[in-house]
C-alpha cells in the first residue's frame, strides 16, 4: 500500500511538472544539448579530433561563409576502429587547401589557392595519379564562420559542448557522492560528529568556489579529467548542508522511529527509509549544481586553467576571440557565451519546475 502511494505522489509530481511549460521546454532543451554533445562528431562538419583542421587563409570569416576546398587523401591512414572515431574523431581527415579556382590540363590539376583578392592567387600544380582517387574538391559552407585560426566555428562550438555538458553529470556525481555520505551521517548521529563536519563544512563554505577550484586544478595538475574532479570536489559543501537538514527533519519521523524498534541497522535505515524520502530536495539541488559547474568550468577555461587547447570549450571560445568584439565580430565571443548562458537557464528552469512539482505543500 505504501508503494502504490509513494508512485502515486511521484505521478502527482510528473503532472503538476508538465504543467511548467517553460520547465518542460528547458528539460527538451537540456535532452537535445546532451543528444549534440554525446554525437559530436557524427553531428560535426569537421570530425577530426577536436575540430582541429586549420585554414589560416580563411580567418574570422563571417557565419554562411562559402569556398571550395582542395582535399588531399594520399596520406598514410591510420587504423581505429568505429568507436574511437565516435569518441575522439577521425584520426584520418584529409589535408585540406581553401582554393579560389582549378583547371584540369592534361595530367594536372592547377590550382588557384585562395585570396581575398584573386589577381594575388598563388598557384599550385597537383599531378592526377591513376587508379585510386586521392584528391577531390568540394564547396564548403561555415555556417558560423571561421575562428582566428580558420578552424570551422560550428564544428568547435558542438564539438565543446561535450567539456561544458559532461562536467555536469561528473562534478554532481562526485558532489552527491560526498555531499550525501557527509550530510546523511551529520544529520542522522548529531552530536559531537555532526559538530565536526558542521565546522569543516563551514571552513570550505568560507573559501571562495572558484579560487578552491584553482588550487585543486593546479595541485591535480592541468587537463580535461582533473577540472571534473576538481569542480565536484568542490560543489559536495551545498548538497551536504541540505541532506543533513533533511535528514534531521525526516528521522523524527514514526516510521524511522519504528525501524529502530525494530532493530533495523542505521545503515538500512538511512538507506531505506530516509534517503528514499528525501530525493526530492536532491533532484533539486543537482539540477542548481549542474548549471553551477558549466559555468565554473567557463570560468576556468577562460582564465586558461580549464580544459587545455587544442580541446574545445565554451570558455576557452570565449576567451581566445573576446577582444574581437572591438573589430566588428564580436558574435565569435557571443555565440559560446549564449550557449553557456541558454544551458545554465535551462538548468536551473528545470530546477524551478522540479521545486515546484516536488512540493507537497503546493
Known amino acids: 500500500m505504501q508503494i502504490k502511494q509513494n508512485t502515486s505522489l511521484w505521478k502527482l509530481a510528473l503532472i503538476r511538472f508538465k504543467k511548467n511549460k517553460l520547465a518542460v521546454f528547458s528539460f527538451w532543451y537540456i535532452v537535445f544539448c546532451g543528444f549534440i554533445a554525446v554525437f559530436a562528431y557524427v553531428i560535426a562538419p569537421d570530425n577530426s579530433p577536436n575540430a582541429k583542421i586549420q585554414h589560416i587563409e580563411i580567418h574570422t570569416e563571417k557565419p554562411g561563409f562559402k569556398t571550395l576546398l582542395f582535399k588531399d587523401f594520399s596520406r598514410k591512414k591510420e587504423n581505429q576502429s568505429l568507436w574511437r572515431i565516435f569518441l575522439h574523431g577521425n584520426k584520418n581527415f584529409p589535408l585540406e587547401k581553401p582554393i579560389n579556382d582549378y583547371v ?169 527509509h530516509i534517503l528514499p524520502n528525501i530525493m526530492a530536495a536532491i533532484i533539486v539541488i543537482s539540477a542548481a549544481n549542474f548549471a553551477a559547474a558549466i559555468l565554473i568550468e567557463s570560468g576556468l577555461s577562460f582564465l586558461g586553467i580549464g580544459a587545455q587547447p587544442p580541446t574545445p570549450s565554451w570558455g576557452s571560445m570565449i576567451k581566445d576571440h573576446y577582444n574581437y568584439i572591438l573589430l566588428g565580430k564580436g558574435y565569435l565571443a557571443i555565440i559560446p557565451g549564449l550557449a553557456i548562458m541558454s544551458l545554465v537557464m535551462a538548468f536551473m528552469l528545470v530546477g524551478n519546475g522540479l521545486r515546484d512539482a516536488l512540493d507537497v505543500k503546493g
Open 104 to 272: 584540369i590540363k592534361n595530367d594536372s590539376l592547377f590550382l588557384s589557392l585562395y585570396s581575398k583578392d584573386s589577381s594575388f592567387s598563388k598557384k599550385e600544380v597537383v599531378p592526377l595519379q591513376e587508379g585510386e582517387i586521392k584528391y577531390k574538391i568540394t564547396k564548403k559552407t561555415f555556417l558560423l564562420g571561421t575562428d582566428k585560426y580558420g578552424r570551422d566555428y560550428l564544428s568547435r562550438l558542438i564539438v565543446g559542448a561535450r567539456i561544458s555538458f559532461f562536467i555536469g553529470f561528473i562534478a554532481v556525481f562526485i558532489s552527491l557522492l560526498i555531499g550525501i555520505t557527509i550530510g546523511a551521517i551529520a544529520g542522522y548521529f548529531g552530536g559531537k560528529i555532526d559538530t565536526f563536519i558542521m565546522w569543516l563544512i563551514n571552513v570550505i563554505w568560507s573559501i571562495p568556489t572558484l579560487l578552491m577550484v584553482i588550487a585543486i586544478t593546479l595541485a591535480l595538475g592541468k587537463g580535461f579529467y582533473q577540472v571534473f574532479i576538481a569542480v565536484g570536489l568542490t560543489m559536495w559543501v551545498e548538497v551536504a548542508r541540505v541532506v543533513r537538514g533533511q535528514v534531521i527533519s525526516v528521522k523524527q519521523e514514526q516510521y524511522v522511529e519504528a525501524a529502530k524498534a525494530l532493530g533495523f541497522s542505521d545503515f538500512r535505515i538511512l538507506v531505506k
